[in-house]
């Protein structure tokens, strides 16, 4: 079965930093593109981040505070957040997907393969 789990949220000031990880499990992690996404209350799911054989992707909102990675030897992805602002407080999710690139998981969530159940990320004003 596969597992994605997610750890490193909190709660931070703005301005702050923070460094979330997801875990991978049962899967052959360097086959699979991996993405982040985050969802704020009253809000759709939206594209943080995402990763692939062929580069990374990131929307305007983040591009020059968050940093994509992988660590294939150790089954993990990262992603450090600097600068947070009170509009990043969320849910972010992990995600993997053996069948698109990192840019169409900027395109849509829709047919996901696999997610994670999440880490909060607050940001105080």
């Known amino acids: 079965q596969v597992q994605l789990v997610e750890s490193g949220g909190g709660l931070v000031q703005a301005g702050g930093s923070l460094r979330l990880s997801c875990a991978a499990s049962?899967?052959?992690?360097?086959?699979?593109?991996m993405g982040w996404f985050r969802q704020a209350p009253g809000k759709e799911r939206e594209f943080v981040a995402a990763?692939?054989?062929?580069?990374?992707s990131y929307p305007d909102s983040v591009k020059g505070r968050f940093t994509i990675s992988r660590d294939n030897a150790r089954n993990t992805m990262y992603l450090q957040m600097n600068d947070l602002k009170p509009e990043d407080t969320a849910v972010y999710y992990c995600?993997?997907?053996?069948?698109?690139?990192?840019?169409?998981?900027?395109?849509?969530?829709?047919?996901?393969?696999?997610w994670g159940k999440g880490t909060l990320v607050i940001v105080s004003s």
């Open positions: 049962g899967l052959t992690f360097s086959s699979y593109a």
């Open positions: 995600a993997a997907d053996r069948f698109r690139t990192a840019q169409a998981m900027a395109v849509t969530t829709s047919g996901m393969e696999y």
């Open positions: 990763l692939d054989w062929a580069g990374i």
